[in-house]
């Protein structure tokens, strides 16, 4: 079978939510590129959650609701992220990230994601996934660098 070929009797769980304690290295001043952010300095950011971190945990999210179909030496890489980024949440609290699986378009798989705080929503959009071998998207990678 190939890399986009799930075993017979392996199935994507259809929604797997994850919870995250915001830490002080999750807030959008520690995790945003130097030099992107507003201000005279341009480089302010808030202390509260940052976007980035919540994108890295919608693709734990989706990539733990596909690990059924994983074989050995597969993962899964993301390849489309769509997000709104609507609340802020400050240090210290819980976030619930949640993928859906919405199915397979061709050899992608496709999610819809929400996160929520304990004052309600602050993040949602769509991600898709695709299954790749480890190694060979590694060769792919390091082609890419010009020696």
């Not at 002080?24 to 976007?51: C, Q, W, Y």
């Amino acid at each position: 079978m190939s890399a986009s070929s799930p075993a017979p009797s392996a199935t994507i769980r259809p929604e797997v939510t994850i919870s995250h304690v915001v830490r002080d290295t999750d807030l959008a001043d520690r995790v945003a590129a130097t030099g992107t952010g507003g201000g005279p300095e341009h480089n302010v950011f808030p202390r509260t959650l940052g976007t980035a971190r919540l994108i890295s945990l919608m693709e734990l999210a989706a990539a733990r609701a596909m690990e059924p179909i994983l074989k050995p030496g597969e993962l899964t890489a993301g390849i489309v992220v769509r997000v709104e980024h609507i609340a802020p949440t400050p240090l210290g609290g819980t976030v619930r990230m949640t993928a859906r699986y919405l199915g397979r378009e061709g050899k992608h798989h496709r999610f819809e994601v929400i996160a929520a705080d304990d004052a309600g929503e602050i993040f949602r959009g769509q991600h898709i996934r695709a299954v790749v071998e480890a190694q060979r998207l590694e060769k792919g990678a390091a082609r890419r660098l010009r020696i």
